[in-house]
């Protein structure tokens, strides 16, 4: 069992679409990320909140959006995505942003794009 | 900059043989390591972490690594392979410009009957 809960498992969504994936940990952390994992790779920094306030943003297009509403959610928003952003879309949060506090991972949202 | 090599994309043993994972870092400041595995369909696991103080670090499910700082590696053994340790293998290394996870490309371990 992951102590960080992402939905929906999965998602196919077209071209034109807008959806959303969240994000939820309650272990009281206060950073949070999002992963973008291509297949047999590993995974790619996109997005760090770090209490909430984003810390860094990997030159993400802005088809991606993300969002921290709280401490303990986090949301990415998806709109006009391409086929080649189908991947696993993993969130992970830590105690803090620093070097020696260790991701806890979750299961992920496989997106596919149409 | 810190990086992180694998050494090998893809390593199979046989039940109850050796697993020997290898990592080597680069880094111009002490490193935080780390190995995570992520098993099919699900996210990264962490197995073991190396901070500070013992070399030796042990983990989850009989895992451990050590850090050896001459060699600039921290490779993850265990001494016998049990069927449910297939998985992808990720070292990492702590060190982008703000903390973030630098991980190596991963080894596919396959353990054979």
């Known amino acids: 069992d992951t102590e960080v809960t992402q939905t929906p498992k999965h998602l196919v969504m077209g071209m034109t679409n807008k959806k959303s994936l969240k994000c939820e940990q309650h272990m009281g952390h206060r950073a949070m990320y999002w992963y973008k994992q291509k297949a047999k790779k590993p995974p790619e920094l996109m997005f760090v909140y770090s209490y909430e306030k984003l810390s860094i943003n990997e030159s993400v297009p802005s088809r991606f959006s993300p969002e921290c509403p709280n401490s303990s959610l986090l949301n990415l928003h998806l709109h006009a995505l391409q086929p080649e952003d189908s991947a696993l879309y993993l969130c992970?949060?830590?105690?803090?942003?620093?070097?020696?506090?260790?991701?806890?991972f979750g299961n992920g949202t496989r997106l596919t794009v149409t | 900059a810190q990086s992180v090599t694998q050494l090998g994309s893809h390593v199979s043993v046989s039940e109850g043989a050796l697993v020997l994972l290898r990592c080597n870092y680069s880094s111009s400041v002490p490193p935080y390591l780390f190995w995570y595995v992520q098993y099919p369909n699900q996210g990264l696991q962490l197995l073991l972490k190396?901070?500070?103080?013992?070399?030796l670090v042990k983990g989850i499910n009989g895992f451990e690594a050590e850090f050896k700082k001459s060699e600039t590696s921290f490779h993850l053994t265990k001494p016998s392979a049990h069927m449910s340790d297939a998985a992808e293998y990720f070292c990492?290394?702590?060190?982008?410009?703000?903390?973030?996870?630098?991980f190596g490309k991963g080894t596919k371990l396959s353990v054979k009957p």
């Open positions: 992970a949060s830590s105690q803090a942003q620093l070097y020696n506090s260790p991701l806890h």
């Open positions: 190396y901070t500070t103080g013992a070399t």
């Open positions: 990492a290394v702590s060190g982008g410009s703000q903390g973030n996870l630098i």
